[in-house]
């Protein structure tokens, strides 16, 4: 059976991200091997003087790290491998000023390893996790479907460029505008939870 990921930062009583999170998880019920990453309660860390130094350390050379050195970069590290032994990965969140939340960020740089998940060569990146597939499942106040708003977007973006520099294809499910149209927030949902039915007839039937 298949591995699927999901990556959830939903911390908003009542979340319309966490509502699809459920979906999702409802409908791939039996067909995948699901683990869930709650970054609410287990927040990635931040990449600091000692632990930064350390991965730097780990990754361009061949220098043993010593117990201590290896429980400091212990929690970014099994987030790293859990991405590595995955298929499929789905990362929810709501967009936060723009662009990704903090705890969000703070995953991309825990897994967003070079000589781990990627390698720089003469010609640019080189992704390592080739032969997975992601989903995004993104929720926005504001629309940004109108073309004013789109520059605004940077979350799509940072997501797409990360997931394409480590060989991991993506796709965006987004509901926009739950703020902007209060009125016609199940509907929004309603037609996500429509296109996440999609995404689980691609990946596991």
């Known amino acids: 059976m298949t591995k699927t990921l999901i990556v959830s930062y939903t911390p908003r009583i009542n979340s319309n991200t966490q509502k699809l999170v ?14 869930y990453l709650n970054l609410v309660t287990h927040t990635p860390d931040l990449l600091l003087k000692d632990n930064l130094n350390i991965m730097l ?5 061949d220098i043993a790290l010593s117990e201590e050195e290896k429980r400091l ?5 099994e987030m790293l491998s859990q991405l590595k032994a995955s298929d ?16 969000v960020k703070a995953w991309i740089d825990a897994v967003l390893q070079p000589n781990q ?4 060569t003469e010609k640019g990146y080189d992704g390592l996790c080739h032969g997975k597939k992601a989903a ?19 979350a799509t973006g940072l997501i797409t460029t990360v997931f394409g520099i480590i060989g991991i294809p993506s796709q965006h499910i987004s509901a926009y505008g739950l703020n902007v149209y209060p009125n016609r927030i199940n509907e929004i949902l309603e037609v996500t939870k429509e296109k996440i039915t ?8």
């Not at 998880?25 to 699901?34: A, I, L, P, R």
């Not at 998940?117 to 720089?120: G, S």
């Open 22 to 35: 459920q979906d999702f998880m409802t409908k791939s019920q039996g067909k995948t091997e699901v683990s």
């Open 136 to 154: 995004v499942l993104m929720t926005t106040g504001g629309d940004y479907d109108l073309e004013i708003a789109k520059p605004m977007n940077h």
């Open 88 to 103: 499929f990965i789905v990362l929810a969140y709501p967009m936060n000023n723009f662009t990704v939340p903090a705890p």
């Open 117 to 120: 998940t990627f390698k720089l």
């Open 73 to 77: 970069l212990a929690k970014n590290d």
């Open 57 to 61: 350390k780990r990754n361009f050379t």
């Open 198 to 205: 999609d995404l689980v007839k691609l990946w596991y039937n």
